[in-house]
């Protein structure tokens, strides 16, 4: 029995078959209930979206996805958690993360689902209720603004990136008193 490999190609492809397995473990359960819990394991949707916290995930179908939802879509070997910045039929999207400034475009049929609630530790936010669906207004706006201000508009985008780190100080601060409501 051998127990140890020194084909380096091997050792790359093991993390991909293993993170491969947990989707489709994942994916199964999912499908038999039409939503699931999925760990967030990115800081791309911060501020919202800590490392750590879990999303609940629901089928919804293409037509029903909106500006501003976050999105669960698959890539070949991992599902990304992204917000919708812009429809452009019912069969894709362009997504990006929160903190990111580039976006790609997305297909319907790598659409998994949408993020209806966060875990946070034992709290549970539900997207469309109260508060959060004013901040996640906010957070679509300014993740929108970040993305289609041109660099020949510096400062628009400076005010933009500076409106932006003062509502995520806001929400790091805010954050206990949030969760409470």
């Not at 362009?94 to 400034?101: A, R």
Request: hydrophobic share 40%.
């Amino acid at each position: 029995m051998q127990t140890r490999t020194t084909n380096h190609e091997n050792i790359r492809q093991e993390p991909k078959l293993a993170s491969n397995t947990i989707i489709a473990l994942w994916e199964e359960l999912y499908n038999k209930k039409q939503q699931s819990w999925l760990t967030i394991l990115s800081g791309s949707m911060k501020p919202l979206l800590q490392i750590g916290d879990k999303v609940l995930v629901r089928s919804v179908k293409s037509a029903e996805i909106r500006i501003g939802d976050i999105i669960v879509f698959k890539t070949p070997d991992k599902l990304i958690v992204h917000r919708v910045i812009r429809r452009y039929n019912s069969s894709s999207f362009l997504q990006k993360g929160d903190c990111l400034t580039t976006a790609e475009i997305v297909s319907s049929e790598h659409v998994i689902g949408k993020v209806i609630a966060i875990r946070k530790g034992s709290k549970i936010i539900y997207l469309n209720d109260g508060i959060w669906k004013f901040i996640n207004l906010i957070l679509t706006f300014f993740s929108c603004s970040v993305y289609y201000l041109k660099p020949e508009n510096a400062v628009l985008k400076r005010i933009t990136r500076f409106l932006f780190n003062k509502a995520k100080a806001l929400l790091r601060r805010s954050r206990g008193f949030l969760l409470r409501l």
